[in-house]
């Protein structure tokens, strides 16, 4: 059907709508129209319903603001100023056209025309920070500290208005003041990395040498320029306290508190192996009881080691070497070989592990775990260290891990359960592999025996062996910390999809999914009701705001400077499914979970981008992002969870509203 004829049959649809005649239509059920059309991706088709409806009542703001919405989708931003142009003129009364408004002016920096604009609305949250960035665009720095102020004092979880008042500080001379807004920034969003720069050159500005070389390491490399790197160089040399020699050098070991276990010995329990590091150099470990190592091919005793004795295992060219705390070697093996405690009731500790590696919040703690080890080397000179353990003992620690042990018995057996059925789905892959899982975020946390919690260990006990299957199968139950209110198709997430994951609404809102661009934007930028957000989780995992400067992300070293993110398509959820990056380089396309990796490690998929322009900048020298949830969003939403259980869900109805047609059934 040729486009030419497709105004007339809308025009057709609309007035078969009608109630009494020409020019009385039913105003609602043309913008549910458009919004259908626009859930269908056909947006000039939704643009014309919108045009219409406002043709024949152009007082309504709601529409002025879902075209202007479009159109910036569409790319064509003239059309959507000239939409919000139209909009006060016929209602100008109304906040929000002032507001969209000056965000589209700010894009096209036009600073003043925006102060103008804002001083004529209502004093809200949002005028005040725009206006704050009108008067940051045009330098006039004593005043954009005063807005983002009032802004900070009207909504105090914005980091995005505490970074940009401490540059305004910066610019005004105060230092301190401005040290204290931009450390504001990073504790409300740790994702929030491109703070650490200006961080650091404010504490070597003080003085504060320590600290100016901790924000300095803490800088992404693609934010490293040749000032950063000299003056880690010259922190790293005035700040390390003089080594003695070896020979005067005496060895400092930890005292170790070991955990008791009561192992579960049923045999129809599955056994699983957890890679605990799959690149490790070297591990300093030291077991609760006497321990024997053995070849794991044959059997073959090779070493016993002592209880409470710290030993090393590291790489040795091909050879893998363990030696007493001294350094003294004790045996070599090139093959795989296995750790098997002589009391099983003990556990073994490592010393100084790393976790979360490559996200913001990575550090080093000391952990234990029960059950066996596998150490197996690799061709590239590391190896692969792997716990061997019964799946209900690897639960105990991964579900106060995932959840809070103190949140209600009904989420954590709901989570209980899930993992369950997950890890059983890695498991059933291929019961015989090196390991089926690691120990991170990649699969689930697993922090090991001191995590645990009588409460979680209850939950894991009353739902011994149950899991969840969808046509006879084990599903594959995946979950995330906080969905931002609507958990997200699979299939807009990964390649593929399943039946069983489909996104569902966690709002206490009358909020219909896919949202419109406007009432998207809305609802990401605000803090609506929602199973998600309550007294469980951490409310910046359910909204987040944060900048992202030009250079910060990964994708900028392919790309080059950032100039504009583009979503191209979204999930039911408001997920980002596909994103185009222009950088000064070249241009790409990123899709699925690996956009939030590629923008720098962000909370989630689920986000909104405004450019931010200095004075007579030709690119963005920064993008402000407002997003909601934290991880995939696919399957349970552990806040969610938690939120439903608090009024009154059983963990039955908590895992059948997650994974839709499931049923539970005990296999062992």
């Known amino acids: 059907m040729g486009k030419k004829f497709l105004p007339i049959i809308i025009i057709s649809i609309i007035l078969s709508f009608s109630t009494t005649g020409q020019g009385d239509v039913d105003y609602e059920r043309v913008y549910s129209l458009a919004r259908m059309e626009f859930a269908r991706g056909n947006l000039e088709t939704s643009s014309l319903f919108l045009r219409y409806a406002l043709a024949e009542d152009p007082s309504k703001a709601e529409p002025y603001l879902e075209l202007a919405g479009i159109y910036r989708i569409m790319g064509e931003k003239e059309k959507a100023l000239e939409t919000l142009n139209k909009g006060i003129e016929f209602v100008s009364d109304n906040n929000r056209l002032k507001v969209e408004l000056a965000r589209l002016l700010l894009d096209k920096q036009r600073g003043d025309q925006v102060i103008q604009l804002l001083k004529t609305a209502e004093r809200d949250r949002d005028t005040y920070f725009y206006l704050g960035l009108a008067y940051f665009q045009v330098e ?15 909504d105090p979880r914005m980091p995005s208005a505490h970074y940009f008042l401490g540059l305004c500080e910066k610019m005004l001379g105060n230092l301190q003041t401005a040290i204290f807004h931009l450390e504001r920034a990073i504790s409300l969003e740790r994702s929030f990395t491109g703070v650490y720069p200006v961080l650091g050159d404010l504490y070597y500005e003080k003085g504060l040498l320590q600290k100016a070389l901790n924000s300095y390491n803490q800088t992404p490399a693609q934010l490293r320029d040749s000032k950063i790197n000299e003056r880690i160089s010259y922190l790293r040399e005035v700040l390390t306290v003089p080594v ?14 070991f955990r008791q276990v009561i192992p579960l010995d049923h045999e129809d329990i599955p056994v699983i192996r957890v890679a605990l590091m799959t690149t490790a150099r070297e591990v300093r470990i030291q077991a609760g009881s006497d321990f024997i190592v053995k070849l794991e091919d ?5 070493f016993k080691g002592d209880e ?26 090139k093959e795989k070989f296995r750790i098997d405690m002589v009391d099983p009731s003990t556990t073994l500790n490592f010393f100084d592990m790393e976790y979360g590696q490559g996200y913001f919040w990575a550090g080093r703690e000391d952990r234990q775990y029960r059950g066996s080890f596998i150490v197996q080397p690799r061709e ?21 891990s995932e959840m809070p042990a103190s949140w209600p018995l009904e989420a954590l057996k709901a989570q209980a359960i899930a993992a369950r059925s997950y890890t059983m789905t890695r498991y059933a892959r291929d019961p015989n592999r090196d390991y089926h899982l690691v120990a991170s975020v990649l699969n689930a946390a697993y922090k090991g025996v001191t995590w645990e919690n009588s409460r979680s260990t209850q939950a894991v006990d009353e739902t011994r062996g149950v899991v969840a299957k969808y046509n006879g199968n084990i599903i594959d139950a995946v979950y995330s910390s906080n969905s931002g209110g609507h958990t997200e198709d699979a299939a807009h997430v990964w390649v593929g999809g399943a039946p069983y994951l489909q996104g569902v609404n966690l709002s206490k809102e009358a909020n219909e999914f896919p949202l419109t661009p406007y009432r998207l934007d809305t609802w990401v930028r605000n803090w609506e009701e929602a199973y998600s957000f309550s007294a469980y989780g951490t409310a910046s995992n359910y909204r987040w705001n944060r900048v992202l400067l030009p250079y910060e992300p990964r994708v900028a070293n392919t790309v080059g400077r950032i100039l504009d993110i583009i979503p191209l398509e979204r999930g039911t959820g408001g997920s980002v499914v596909e994103l185009k990056v222009v950088g000064e380089k070249s241009s790409t396309v990123i899709k699925g979970d690996a956009i939030r990796g590629q923008l720098g490690g962000l ?27 934290w991880g995939h969003g696919v399957g349970l939403d552990q806040t969610g969870a938690a939120g439903m259980a608090n009024s009154g869900y059983n963990y039955q109805e908590i895992l059948k509203f997650f994974y839709q047609g499931i049923y539970l059934e005990r296999i062992y």
């Open 140 to 154: 006039e720095w004593a005043r954009a500290r005063k807005s983002f102020q009032i802004a900070i004092e009207e």
């Open 244 to 257: 003695p020699p070896p020979d005067e050098r005496e060895p400092v070991d930890r005292t170790v508190s």
């Open 298 to 302: 044959t059997g073959d005793k090779v």
């Open 308 to 333: 409470k004795t710290t030993y090393i295992i590291s790489m040795e060219g091909n050879n893998i070497l363990i030696e007493d705390f001294f350094g003294n070697p004790l045996v070599r093996l």
């Open 380 to 400: 590239d000179g590391q190896f692969v260290f792997i716990n061997e353990v019964n799946l209900e003992e690897y639960l105990y620690s991964v579900i106060p």
């Open 603 to 629: 909370k989630s998929n689920r986000f909104i981008v405004e450019p931010v322009y200095f004075s007579n900048s030709k690119s963005p020298d920064y993008f402000v992002l407002w997003g909601g949830g």
